[in-house]
């Protein structure tokens, strides 16, 4: 009899997992973000949205996962920073389109969250924060859909009081997974 043996780690049924953006780019006619130093680490570089006068954005793709539980939510996120102690509020905003295999693409979305800039810690380094948008709806969502977006961050609008750079670090979407991937290539 052979005995079947399971990692300490496994866990039955969903959960979650992250796909990051490629095709990074910037949308034409747009403003692009200014690659600066992290403050603390003149070595090491990120994208600064502007919080002064210059909405800046950037672009990019999502392709949804084979792992993903067809049909359940998108969480998209930013993974991003304040460039100073600067009190005041940072309002990223996330246009998306969702195009799917034989179906119209989708029209521009754009949703938005407001959060205060988490500052700098004793050694005047940044601290980083997670901060989610709403959920892109699922339905109807498969495997291979690609998600175009434009993260940005228009300084002018009232709930943006921030003047400093945001310092976008990465942007990614928290997905549900039910499997290691898919049975077929375009189909679960």
């Known amino acids: 009899m052979t005995e079947t ?3 300490p780690n496994f866990i039955e049924g969903p959960r979650w997992n992250d796909v990051w953006a490629t095709d990074l780019l910037v949308p034409i006619g747009a403003s692009a973000p200014d690659r600066v130093s992290v403050p ?3 070595n090491i570089s990120v994208l600064g949205f502007d ?10 793709t999502f392709e949804v996962p084979h792992d993903y539980i067809e049909g359940s939510d998108l969480r998209p996120h930013i993974h991003w ?8 509020n940072v309002k990223w905003q996330f246009g998306y389109s969702v195009f799917t295999f034989d ?3 989708s029209a521009e979305t754009v949703v938005s969250f407001t959060a205060a800039n988490p500052g700098l810690g004793a ?3 940044p601290i980083i924060k997670a901060g989610e948008f709403p959920v892109i709806p699922g339905a109807g969502l498969k495997i291979g859909t690609l998600i175009r977006f434009r993260i940005f961050r228009n300084p002018q609008d ?3 009081t921030y003047a400093a750079d945001a310092l976008g670090f990465q ?3 928290h997905y549900q997974a039910d499997a290691l991937g898919s049975q077929n290539v375009f189909t679960k």
Request: hydrophobic content about 30%; overall charge negative.
């Open 5 to 7: 043996k399971t990692s």
């Open 40 to 42: 603390g680490l003149t």
């Open 51 to 60: 919080g002064n006068a210059t909405t800046e954005t950037l672009g990019g």
């Open 81 to 88: 920073a304040g460039s100073s102690n600067g009190v005041g």
């Open 103 to 105: 179906v119209e693409a």
């Open 123 to 125: 050694n005047s380094r």
């Open 158 to 160: 009232a709930a943006d």
């Open 171 to 173: 942007v990614g979407l």
